[in-house]
């Protein structure tokens, strides 16, 4: 038996697509293709993820089979650092601009000339005709040719798109003029006028080119986000080689070297801190101004600004390991996927082009029958009106745009979503489930109160003792200390279920719970309504003893998040129910949600309860959201209509659920479940729009009105009002861009 090779992906840019037909028969060719499993095509991004078996095809041969049906393709450039195919998709889109730019000058010039000789020589003489012919001949052959040549591949393929539909309406028009001009007299001994429309033909293809011109630059804008991030690269590091600090190209920067980074200047990769003290603005990946402090041993990412004090850091990860890299690459593959609401305009685009052409004979067939003379002349406008009119343009672009959009301005604010669908289901939820530990909680224990005679002095000499232990109360027992000298201790026994003593100073020190300082008959009765106290606020009484004699009682838990409370609250305030799950005791976790402001608990679950709790909302007709860490989380968060990843900057748990929170707290979660519903409220709007577009332009393109008010459009207008409805969905999505520009960091934009 013959193994199945894993599919492989590939991406590969496909170039002169303009239209939703467009990338509707690049994608049908590719799933039709021997050996792809199945295929994406994103008319925004211009590109196409094919899914493939490498024993049955290649890149290569998908792009000579995207090439064969009339459009342009390459083979993917393996990029070695973050942002390269970003920077030479930039450089390809400037190229297509450019030439669009020539192409709209000399059709626009074209036109002009054209309007202004048909006024002066009213009356036309054969010269007269000729000389628009000669003005005309540079647009259709040059300018406006790639709608023809292209219009003709679809034929040939047995399909139809936007350039069908332009090249029908202006070919007719050009091919009646050029019979006008070659044979007036044929036609004026057959009672036909030899007018001529080289006007309409350079007009209407000189405002299709403007149309094409803007979709292209507000393209552009949609990537904005990704190109800030690719931007803040630096293009060299100071690094320590051979005892000597020299400074080198990003590209020859090897893992293991030691880099210098003074104050204001950039992190050029990842890596840990070595030496030094200082504060990292990590903006870029959380959303968060206030810099971050950094020490021996701390996480640093490349892109950083470095704030206050000079560091020498240890190069980790390069290239496409970087955190940076993956925030590109998973923002790129969000731009690229498609929302499900987008299939109804993938079918309705599938079926539009040959509608509207079937649409365009039977008005051509009405005019000529039931029109006013000369019937020709007029069937002819109407039909050339609804085809220029009757673009899926806008149609293509409606879902797309909102979502290149959303997802770039999400990265910009540390909310990672990881594509249409996430965006389409995050939109429409009404229940929010949160992990406690890591989540509410920092996910770490800490001493939050100092009690008792000597609460420092306790504070030292525990941390003396529990340097030796390897419980986890330990561990913040020892941070609490601080930069205090701690002493060293012998004699150091651990008492199972009690605590831990030790020999500190020639002071006998016990450390631990109620149980030991019985059994070491220490006196706690000054200190038992404080130990009751914190003990009903979810906090760990910890007692310390010195020769018998009580010095301290300490508070420890697991602190609250600052921004825990605040996000609840904004999540209540948006309609949504608010769940806490967690594996914790009964009683501290209600004390965690009494804080909090989370109205239902359920506590002592394991991770398997977890996704049963989360399978019981779903069967009750809700839609969840998790919110957990990624890890003993991930059951859950896969199960959850939207897993939403809390994380920080250097661990993030991209694969585990379908939004990451590269701030790691509570705040992103309202903030992404409002993007997510702002980002819908747009795509609808385009949608509505572009329906409307057509239901309503292509009846009055045939000529609806003209029995009624004698009004009708001609095709220099409808070409306008294609080029205008194109242009509107995408301005449309780009207010995206402003989404919580107007709002302090974390907090809901009105509205949402």
């Given at each position: 038996m013959?193994?199945?090779?894993?599919?492989?992906?590939?991406?590969?840019?496909?170039?002169?697509?303009?239209?939703?037909?467009?990338s509707?028969?690049?994608?049908?060719?590719?799933?039709?293709?021997?050996?792809?499993?199945?295929?994406?095509?994103?008319?925004?991004?211009?590109?196409?993820?094919?899914?493939?078996?490498?024993?049955?095809?290649?890149?290569?041969?998908?792009?000579?089979?995207?090439?064969?049906?009339?459009?342009?393709?390459?083979?993917?450039?393996?990029?070695?650092?973050?942002?390269?195919?970003m920077?030479?998709?930039?450089?390809?889109?400037?190229?297509e601009?450019?030439?669009?730019?020539?192409?709209?000058?000399?059709?626009?010039?074209?036109?002009?000339?054209?309007?202004?000789?048909?006024?002066?020589?009213?009356?036309?003489?054969?010269?007269?005709?000729?000389v628009?012919?000669?003005?005309?001949?540079?647009?259709?052959?040059?300018?406006?040719?790639?709608?023809?040549?292209?219009?003709?591949?679809a034929f040939?393929h047995?399909?139809?798109?936007?350039?069908?539909?332009?090249?029908?309406?202006?070919?007719?028009?050009?091919?009646?003029?050029?019979v006008?001009?070659?044979?007036p007299?044929?036609?004026?001994?057959?009672?036909?006028?030899?007018?001529?429309?080289y006007?309409?033909?350079?007009t209407?293809?000189?405002?299709?080119?403007?149309?094409?011109?803007?979709?292209?630059?507000?393209?552009?804008?949609?990537?904005?986000?990704?190109?800030?991030?690719?931007?803040?690269?630096?293009?060299?590091?100071?690094?320590?080689?051979?005892?000597?600090?020299?400074?080198?190209?990003?590209?020859?920067?090897?893992?293991?070297?030691?880099?210098?980074v003074?104050?204001?200047?950039?992190?050029?990769?990842?890596?840990?801190?070595?030496?030094?003290?200082?504060?990292?603005?990590?903006?870029?990946?959380?959303?968060?101004?206030?810099?971050?402090?950094?020490?021996?041993?701390?996480?640093?990412?490349?892109?950083?600004?470095?704030?206050?004090?000079?560091v020498?850091?240890?190069?980790?990860?390069?290239?496409?390991?970087?955190?940076?890299?993956?925030?590109?690459?998973?923002?790129?593959?969000?731009?690229?996927?498609?929302?499900p609401?987008?299939?109804?305009?993938?079918?309705?685009?599938?079926?539009?082009?040959?509608?509207?052409?079937?649409?365009?004979?039977?008005?051509?067939?009405?005019?000529?029958?039931?029109?006013?003379?000369?019937?020709?002349?007029?069937?002819?406008?109407?039909?050339?009106?609804?085809?220029?009119?009757?673009?899926?343009?806008?149609?293509?672009?409606?879902?797309?745009?909102?979502v290149?959009?959303?997802?770039?301005?999400?990265?910009?604010?540390?909310?990672?979503?990881?594509?249409?669908?996430a965006?389409?289901?995050a939109?429409?939820?009404?229940?929010?489930?949160?992990?406690?530990?890591?989540?509410?909680?920092?996910?770490?224990p800490?001493?939050?109160?100092?009690?008792?005679?000597?609460?420092?002095?306790?504070?030292?000499?525990?941390?003396?003792?529990?340097?030796?232990?390897?419980?986890?109360?330990?561990?913040?027992?020892?941070?609490?200390?601080?930069s205090?000298?701690?002493?060293?201790?012998?004699?150091?026994?651990?008492?199972?279920?009690h605590?831990?003593?030790?020999?500190?100073?020639?002071?006998?020190?016990?450390?631990?719970?109620?149980?030991?300082?019985?059994?070491?008959?220490?006196?706690?009765?000054?200190?038992e309504?404080?130990?009751?106290?914190?003990?009903?606020?979810?906090?760990?009484?910890?007692?310390?003893?010195?020769?018998?004699?009580?010095?301290?009682?300490?508070?420890?838990?697991?602190?609250?998040?600052?921004?825990?409370?605040?996000?609840?609250?904004?999540?209540?305030?948006?309609?949504?129910?608010?769940?806490?799950?967690?594996?914790d005791?009964?009683?501290?976790?209600?004390a965690?949600?009494?804080?909090?402001?989370?109205?239902?608990?359920?506590?002592?679950?394991?991770?398997?309860?977890?996704?049963?709790?989360?399978?019981?909302?779903?069967a009750?007709?809700?839609?969840?959201?998790?919110?957990?860490?990624?890890?003993?989380?991930?059951?859950a968060?896969?199960?959850?209509?939207?897993?939403?990843?809390?994380?920080?900057?250097?661990?993030?748990?991209?694969?585990?659920?379908?939004i990451t929170?590269?701030?790691?707290d509570?705040?992103?979660?309202?903030?992404?479940?409002a993007?997510?519903?702002?980002?819908?409220?747009?795509?609808?709007?385009?949608?509505?729009?572009?329906?409307?577009?057509?239901?309503?332009?292509?009846?009055?393109?045939?000529?609806?009105?003209?029995?009624?008010l004698?009004?009708?459009?001609?095709?220099?207008?409808?070409?306008?009002?294609?080029?205008?409805?194109?242009?509107?969905?995408?301005?449309?999505?780009?207010?995206?861009?402003?989404?919580?520009?107007?709002?302090?960091?974390?907090?809901?934009?009105?509205?949402?």
């Amino acid at each position: 038996m013959t193994a199945v090779q894993s599919p492989e992906t590939c991406t590969i840019p496909v170039s002169g697509m303009t239209c939703a037909a467009c990338s509707g028969r690049v994608q049908r060719t590719l799933e039709r293709t021997p050996g792809v499993a199945s295929a994406a095509v994103n008319l925004m991004t211009g590109d196409a993820t094919v899914a493939y078996d490498p024993s049955a095809t290649s890149p290569t041969q998908l792009v000579e089979t995207i090439r064969g049906t009339g459009y342009g393709a390459e083979l993917p450039v393996p990029a070695r650092e973050a942002g390269d195919a970003m920077e030479q998709r930039e450089a390809a889109r400037r190229t297509e601009m450019h030439e669009l730019t020539r192409k709209l000058a000399v059709s626009v010039v074209a036109a002009v000339a054209t309007m202004v000789l048909g006024m002066v020589l009213h009356g036309m003489t054969d010269l007269g005709r000729y000389v628009l012919l000669a003005l005309t001949l540079p647009v259709v052959g040059w300018a406006g040719r790639h709608f023809y040549v292209r219009a003709w591949t679809a034929f040939r393929h047995h399909t139809a798109d936007m350039n069908t539909l332009i090249a029908l309406g202006t070919g007719a028009a050009f091919l009646m003029s050029l019979v006008a001009t070659l044979a007036p007299g044929w036609l004026a001994a057959r009672g036909v006028a030899p007018d001529v429309y080289y006007e309409a033909v350079s007009t209407i293809i000189a405002l299709i080119l403007l149309g094409n011109l803007l979709e292209a630059r507000a393209r552009g804008r949609t990537s904005d986000a990704i190109r800030k991030l690719a931007g803040l690269r630096p293009s060299t590091a100071r690094v320590l080689r051979d005892g000597t600090e020299r400074d080198v190209p990003l590209g020859e920067l090897r893992v293991g070297d030691e880099v210098l980074v003074r104050p204001g200047e950039k992190v050029p990769a990842d890596g840990t801190v070595l030496e030094g003290t200082t504060t990292i603005d990590e903006s870029m990946l959380t959303g968060e101004p206030a810099p971050v402090a950094k020490h021996a041993g701390d996480q640093v990412v490349g892109a950083t600004l470095n704030r206050s004090g000079a560091v020498r850091f240890r190069v980790d990860r390069l290239g496409q390991d970087t955190v940076l890299a993956q925030i590109i690459r998973l923002v790129e593959q969000a731009q690229g996927s498609k929302a499900p609401i987008q299939r109804l305009a993938d079918r309705i685009s599938a079926v539009f082009v040959p509608v509207v052409i079937s649409i365009a004979v039977a008005t051509f067939v009405l005019w000529y029958d039931l029109g006013p003379a000369p019937a020709y002349l007029h069937a002819l406008i109407a039909a050339v009106t609804v085809l220029v009119i009757a673009c899926p343009c806008a149609m293509g672009l409606a879902v797309p745009t909102a979502v290149m959009v959303a997802t770039g301005r999400g990265a910009e604010m540390g909310v990672l979503v990881k594509g249409g669908e996430a965006l389409e289901r995050a939109g429409d939820l009404d229940v929010v489930v949160l992990d406690k530990t890591g989540t509410i909680t920092e996910g770490r224990p800490a001493v939050t109160d100092r009690l008792g005679p000597k609460p420092d002095e306790a504070v030292r000499l525990a941390a003396a003792v529990e340097r030796s232990s390897e419980h986890p109360l330990a561990e913040a027992i020892i941070a609490a200390a601080g930069s205090t000298a701690i002493p060293s201790v012998q004699e150091f026994a651990g008492v199972t279920g009690h605590g831990v003593t030790g020999m500190v100073e020639g002071r006998r020190v016990a450390v631990g719970n109620r149980r030991l300082m019985e059994r070491e008959r220490v006196d706690i009765s000054a200190v038992e309504a404080d130990a009751a106290r914190l003990a009903k606020d979810a906090r760990t009484p910890v007692y310390v003893a010195a020769d018998g004699h009580l010095i301290g009682l300490l508070g420890v838990a697991d602190p609250i998040k600052s921004t825990s409370a605040a996000a609840v609250t904004r999540l209540r305030a948006m309609g949504l129910d608010v769940v806490m799950l967690t594996g914790d005791t009964q009683a501290t976790a209600d004390a965690v949600a009494r804080a909090v402001g989370v109205d239902r608990v359920v506590a002592e679950v394991l991770p398997d309860h977890k996704l049963d709790e989360v399978r019981r909302l779903q069967a009750a007709g809700r839609v969840v959201a998790m919110v957990g860490d990624g890890l003993n989380d991930a059951p859950a968060l896969a199960a959850a209509d939207v897993g939403i990843a809390s994380g920080t900057g250097t661990d993030i748990a991209m694969e585990s659920g379908s939004i990451t929170l590269m701030r790691g707290d509570l705040g992103g979660v309202p903030l992404a479940i409002a993007l997510t519903r702002r980002t819908m409220r747009v795509i609808r709007q385009n949608l509505f729009w572009a329906f409307v577009y057509n239901v309503v332009g292509i009846p009055i393109a045939a000529g609806a009105l003209y029995p009624v008010l004698g009004l009708r459009l001609t095709p220099t207008m409808a070409a306008a009002a294609m080029a205008v409805s194109s242009v509107s969905v995408v301005t449309n999505s780009l207010r995206l861009r402003r989404f919580g520009r107007d709002a302090a960091s974390g907090a809901v934009p009105e509205g949402a």
